[in-house]
């Protein structure tokens, strides 16, 4: 056991053998910090936490009452092997979040990136990939194998669908179910999840050029109503275009996936 001279920890808290504990950080009543876990510096976890599993927590991470870090897989193919759960630094993990540990069969990684927010109930599945300054709403749950690019926005007691990926700076309302992969900047809505447009309010808030906007808004147009399939559209729109927000969201779908694409509706 590490524990930096400098941590605050309660009486009740349970520390187990093998912990490491960094500069700072605070530990609260009844709380549980697992033997292979690693706290950095300035980490704080609130009463009746949970952090298990061979997981590491970023610094100036705040981990909410009765959040469950870093336990196994949800997944019957897993037989106790040795995976991981990385979590990256000023995290805001809210009350009851879930996060697992990957599995073996999805690479061993469960991955989450800074500056991200989740709130009260969001689940966090094994072998998930999330990005830099993501918003999960309360009850908003990812499956295995997502992907999740930065600056994305999950609205409440929505549902993201094993292995899709969603694009930087895509919005999904609440009460969605999300089957396919969402190109960037892409806003969708709905029960069965669709493609209803571009996230218009985030790329503002963003400051994102006026020129760069019409670009996307016009490739929107050409994905939506354009001769030949989905991908073809997409490679003309590679060839034709000078903005790099466009090339992005051509090389999101002419990269590698394993589900389909949400396509304009």
């Keep these: ?32 910090i697992g033997p292979d876990v690693t706290l950095a510096e300035g980490v704080e976890v609130k009463s009746h936490a949970v952090i298990t599993g061979l997981t590491t927590i970023g610094a100036e991470t ?22 991981r759960l990385e979590v990256g630094a000023r995290n805001r993990i809210r009350e009851g979040v879930t996060m697992n540990t990957g599995t073996e069969g999805g690479g061993g990684l469960t991955r989450v990136g800074d500056d991200c927010l989740f709130m009260t109930g969001a689940h966090v599945g094994h072998d998930a990939i999330v990005g830099n300054r993501v918003i999960m709403a309360n ?7 997502c992907v999740i690019d930065d600056d994305v926005i999950i609205g409440g007691l ?28 892409g806003l969708v ?29 016009a490739a929107y147009q050409a994905l939506a109503q354009g001769e030949g399939a989905f991908q073809e559209r997409a490679q003309r729109l590679a060839d034709e275009t000078d903005s790099d927000y466009v090339r992005e969201v051509v090389a999101f ?9 949400l396509t304009p509706s």
Aim: charged share 20%; no cysteine; proline share 4%.
């Design 1 to 32: 056991m590490a524990i930096d001279s400098s941590a605050r920890i309660h009486a009740s808290a349970v520390i187990e053998d093998g912990a490491t504990i960094g500069a700072g950080a605070v530990i609260g009543p009844f709380s549980v």
């Design 62 to 83: 705040v981990v909410f009452p009765f959040a469950n870090i870093g336990d196994v897989p949800q997944d019957l193919k897993y037989q106790g092997e040795k995976t």
């Design 139 to 145: 009850n908003a749950a990812l499956a295995g194998h």
């Design 158 to 185: 929505s549902g993201i669908h094993q292995w899709v990926r969603i694009g930087r700076g895509a919005i999904i309302g609440a009460v969605t179910m999300v089957t396919n992969d969402v190109i960037p900047y």
């Design 189 to 217: 809505q709905g029960p069965r999840g669709v493609l209803d447009g571009l996230n218009l309010i985030g790329l503002k808030r963003k400051g994102v050029a006026r020129a760069d906007i019409t670009a996307l808004r």
């Design 253 to 261: 779908i002419l990269g590698e996936s394993d589900r389909s694409y």
